[in-house]
């Protein structure tokens, strides 16, 4: 049995403001973020099979984040649910992809939301093992499923 890790690369455009910050990111901005999903598990052994020598298709892969991650935040305006519920309102009448979520959408608090969403969709013998979630080029942070059983 050899474990292999495998990673995937993933883009999504995303506006959203810190409610109560104390910095210029209270403000509704936008970031271009880079998404890197990383899996492990045993490399399937079945020569003649089409998943012949993989952990995971990356298309397969590819799809399941897609569909489930970066298609929902893409081009979408995330804000804490403690936002004035009258600037709600009105930022509900300039677009339609608002995620009110119940945390701050920080890059640490956005990383155990796309975690949470992803774990229970994996195929089995396939586990998560981190996500990087870079907010600018300079700037990321990851989330690793040993430091956080
Ligand atoms: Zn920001």
Partial sequence: ???IRVTKRFHFEMAHALHGYDGLCRNIHGHSYNLEIT???NVFR???DPKDGMVMDFHELKMLVKTHVTEKLDHALMVNRLI???HLEALQLTTSRILV???QPTTE???QYIADMLKPLL???VTLYSIRLYETITSFAEWVAS???
């Fill in 1 to 3: 049995m050899t474990k």
């Fill in 39 to 41: 899996i492990y598990g």
């Fill in 46 to 48: 079945s020569p003649g």
């Fill in 84 to 86: 004035d519920h009258r």
């Fill in 101 to 103: 979520v119940d945390f």
């Fill in 109 to 111: 608090n956005i990383l």
């Fill in 123 to 125: 195929p089995e013998g």
């Fill in 147 to 149: 430091d956080n059983p």
